[in-house]
């Protein structure tokens, strides 16, 4: 599998196995060594999926060096802060049974509907990160579900610009917006829930572009976020569709069916947005 490289230079795997909805236990640890036999170099959890622990359970029993395989976790929104956001981070590392990890990322923006102090929080949130990314236990730092508007507020105090910026994106979610923001700043935009949470798998204009190269739906959205320059974080706990969501690399997408998949009319993310959300 090819790398994209970080505006730090560091190599992250184009395919991430995402696990955003394992279940804990058995299920994550089968879905992760499944994934790891199938190829994937790139594992995205968080510690509020509650798997951190089977993730770095299966990640041992692979057999696979650790500096092989580019592991990424998240700060939870209770942590929010300096102080509390490099205790979280210690925490994870210890769920993960490691001594670093190749990507933190804050969870959701602080977002001026729940505090008026919200800037504060997140630079606060994102100093810690810093902090961390000099002390050498994180390769890269990064943000997820970050509009436009908090990555701006952000790079007023920070002195590291994100490497990477994790958002919610599929075919009729393209959130075009955070996504030109992100190019224009030397930003990999990560796509969790390529699938739109499995949501996009009935559609017909899909299933009939799909059909076309002889691939499935899931392969297609797939194929389509990397041809978009961005990196995809397919969840499965299914062995035959964690193996299928890698076999992507034997077509290219046409132009003209690019375009028909980027048209297809605004369809909506999961229902979690960074100013709604109030966890
Ligand atoms: P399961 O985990 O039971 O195999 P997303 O990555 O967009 O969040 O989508 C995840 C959902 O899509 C899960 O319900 C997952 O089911 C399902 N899924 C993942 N890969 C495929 C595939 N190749 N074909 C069909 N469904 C898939």
């Not at 994790?166 to 700043?185: D, L």
């Not at 706990?237 to 297809?264: A, G, H």
Request: proline content about 4%.
């Amino acid at each position: 599998m090819n790398n994209y490289i970080l505006n730090n230079g560091v190599l992250i795997p184009e395919i991430g196995f995402g696990t955003w909805q394992t279940p804990d236990g058995d299920t994550a640890i089968e879905a992760v060594k499944t994934a790891l036999q199938a190829g994937y170099r790139h594992i995205d959890t968080a510690l509020i999926y509650r798997n951190e622990q089977s993730v770095g359970k299966a990640i041992r029993e692979s057999g696979i060096a650790r500096k092989d395989i580019f592991v990424t976790s998240k700060l939870w929104n209770k942590a929010r802060g300096y102080d509390t956001a490099l205790k979280a981070f210690e925490i994870s590392l210890k769920n993960l049974g490691m001594d670093y990890l190749d990507l933190y990322l804050i969870h959701w923006p602080a977002n001026a509907k729940q505090f008026d102090d919200w800037e504060k929080i997140n630079a606060n949130s994102w100093k810690a990160l810093e902090k961390l990314y000099a002390e050498g236990l994180v390769k890269a730092i990064g943000v997820s579900n970050f509009l436009t508007e908090h990555l701006k507020a952000l790079e007023k105090t920070a002195t590291i610009l994100p490497m990477v910026n994790q958002i919610e994106f599929h075919p009729g979610y393209m959130q075009t917006e955070t996504v030109a923001y992100c190019k224009n700043n030397n930003i990999l935009v990560e796509a969790w829930s390529p699938l739109g949470t499995g949501k996009m798998l009935e559609n017909e204009t899909l299933k009939k572009i799909a059909g076309s190269y002889k691939v499935s739906v899931a392969q297609l959205c797939i194929r389509w976020i990397l041809q978009k320059g961005h990196l995809p974080l397919p969840k499965s706990v299914t062995p035959e569709r964690i193996k299928q969501n890698l076999e992507v690399f034997n077509f290219t997408i046409l132009e003209k069916d690019i375009k028909t998949i980027d048209n297809l009319p605004y369809i909506g993310g999961s229902g979690l947005h960074p100013n709604e959300i109030d966890f």
